[in-house]
């Protein structure tokens, strides 16, 4: 039996068609999140484990509601960032997690925790938590991604895919050597901080922040949807319509770093999700990528918060799954179902 | 450790069932006096401090004596931990950790009469949400002036209205002959909050 993806004598759908199949994923997608959301805003922990239904106590709204809307805006940054560094790469398993922008994030928060313990001025750099840190490593890391990756002055995608892993088995051995510095104790903030984590309090401007800068991220990935469409065939081709490809790849790589940072910052480094929300969206919306930025957006918010929901019920006794455990554990469940679902069919 | 040529090593075990076997091997074979003990429980410092004064004979077997009475005058019940009420034991804020049972800082909390509100988990991870609804009665912070600050700014009643003892000595997170001094000073961080009653 021929897969229809693959069958070039099965007639193409409509344009309209196709369009209006795009548009309802889209509204399933919100719909899907809207559910997680509110979901969310119904579970959450009590003393002895999990509690379910609408809080009605002083103060725990707020701490739920927090705690969704970080999941929003980290799953939506994650998401659409792994989309762009997708179409940037031209390769499905491009995440952030593969241009060293987790590793570099990780470095830089270790690095600032260090300095702040050994150099008591240096406390500042740790006063909004892991967002200026995590922000600085971040981008300190792309950069020397993106002046690793440049050959004869062009970004050159598999060259930055080499760059990237070259960058982040860098940063991660660093990180491990300051980590080694630094006083048993402070060791497993570190760590704990490494595995994710989910802010039900959090300083306003931090989400604020996080929150503008998403926002921001995903209506300019929306604006170059057109050129990533054409950006989407061979170099010749997208040149020969237009396109300047150098220029489209440099902001790619700004926006996807950008929206990467902010999602580290808020909830330190989370597997998964930046790779899955893209595929997830292409399954529901179709390739154009004008969808396909809000549906990685709702997909990446969805799975956060599903992540999340999922942690805030399994109780080991001891404390809680970290939700970069859960969201690598979900998310490649996800994958692998993709990849089962979609896998070509050979002749 | 061969170069250094040593006559007794004192090694605090992490694991059970004895020292690791290059160190028993390496003892054996150069006739080193190896004595090893697992520090989970007061009882367990309690034994060392008089294992390790035995060790180093009479002058030591004195001064270990010395250390025990104040150990055990240290350990004593204190009213003003009991008349805290139940208290989450803090050790960091994000996520807020606490001691609970099992751990070496709710065996001391228990000796000195006071009662844990966590009753699962040794070092149990909790949400903000979990410790607004536990409502402890005060909030034991152990840790530096910064976790304080961090500690008071999460939305719980005990902290926001500043029903906070603070243990700054970082002798109570390491179980050893060093907790004996940050204990008196916990019980004298208590008497004092107790005496003034809730900071805010």
Redesign the interface.
């Known amino acids: 039996m021929t897969n229809p993806a693959h069958d070039n004598t099965a007639p193409m759908p409509s344009r309209d068609w196709s369009a209006w199949h795009s548009r309802l994923g889209i509204v399933v997608m919100a719909l899907f999140f809207m559910f997680a959301f509110a979901l969310r805003l119904h579970v959450g922990r009590g003393a002895t484990g999990a509690v379910f239904g609408w809080p009605h106590e002083t103060g725990i709204l707020s701490l739920r509601l927090t705690a969704a809307a970080c999941c929003a805006i980290a799953g939506a940054a994650l998401g659409v960032s792994g989309l762009l560094l997708q179409s940037l790469l031209r390769n499905p398993l491009a995440s952030p997690f593969i241009l060293g922008l987790s590793a570099g994030a990780g470095l830089g928060m270790t690095a600032a925790t260090w300095l702040a313990l050994a150099f008591p001025p240096f406390a500042w750099l740790l006063m909004g938590g892991a967002l200026l840190p995590a922000s600085v490593g971040a981008l300190a890391s792309l950069a020397l991604v993106v002046a690793i990756g440049r050959r004869r002055g062009v970004i050159d995608p598999l060259t930055l895919v080499l760059a990237g892993v070259i960058v982040s088995s860098l940063a991660s051995a660093m990180t491990l050597l300051i980590q080694h510095l630094l006083p048993f104790e402070v060791r497993g903030r570190i760590d704990a901080w490494m595995l994710g984590r989910i802010p039900e309090v959090t300083p306003g401007a931090i989400a604020w922040l996080a929150g503008t800068i998403t926002v921001a991220g995903v209506v300019v990935a929306h604006r170059l949807g057109r050129a990533m469409d054409a950006g989407a065939l061979s170099d010749a081709e997208a040149i020969s319509v237009g396109l300047d490809l150098p220029r489209l790849r440099v902001w790619l790589l700004l926006v996807a770093a950008t929206l990467a940072a902010a999602a580290t910052a808020l909830c330190g480094p989370l597997a998964f999700i930046g790779l899955v929300a893209p595929h997830l969206a292409r399954m529901v919306c179709g390739a154009r990528h004008r969808l396909l930025v809000i549906g990685a957006a709702l997909a990446g918010m969805t799975l956060l918060i599903a992540a999340e929901v999922v942690r805030q019920i399994i109780d080991l006794g001891a404390g809680r799954l970290p939700i970069g455990v859960v969201t690598a554990i979900l998310g490649s469940i996800a994958f692998l179902w993709l990849l089962r679902r979609f896998q070509p069919v050979q002749a | 450790m061969i170069a250094l040529k040593p006559t007794l090593i004192v090694y605090q075990q992490t694991e059970s069932g004895g020292p690791r076997d290059e160190i028993a091997r390496l003892a054996r074979d150069r006739s080193w006096h190896l004595a090893s003990w697992r520090l989970d429980r007061l009882a367990d410092v309690r034994d060392m401090i008089h294992g390790v004064g035995a060790l180093l004979g009479s002058r030591g077997e004195r001064s270990a004596q010395d250390l025990l009475h104040r150990f055990d005058r240290a350990c004593a019940p204190d009213a003003n931990a009991a008349a805290l009420g139940p208290v989450i034991l803090l050790f960091?804020t994000?996520?807020p950790?606490a001691f609970?049972p099992g751990s070496y800082v709710d065996d001391l909390w228990h000796a000195l009469g006071g009662s844990n509100a966590i009753?699962?988990?040794?070092?149990?991870?909790?949400?903000?949400?979990?410790m607004?609804?536990?409502d402890p009665g005060w909030v034991i912070v152990i840790g530096s002036d910064?976790l304080l600050h961090a500690a008071q700014?999460?939305?719980v009643a005990a902290l926001r209205e500043g029903r906070i003892v603070h243990a700054a000595d970082?002798g109570l997170?390491e179980p050893g002959a060093a907790v004996i001094p940050a204990i008196e000073s916990l019980r004298r961080a208590l008497a004092e909050t107790v005496s003034k009653g809730p900071s805010r």
């Not at chain 2, 009753?119 to 979990?130: F, I, K, N, S, W």
């Open positions: 960091a994000d996520p950790m609970g009753d699962a988990g040794a070092y149990p991870e909790l949400t903000v949400e979990q607004a609804r536990i910064q700014r999460l939305p970082p997170l």
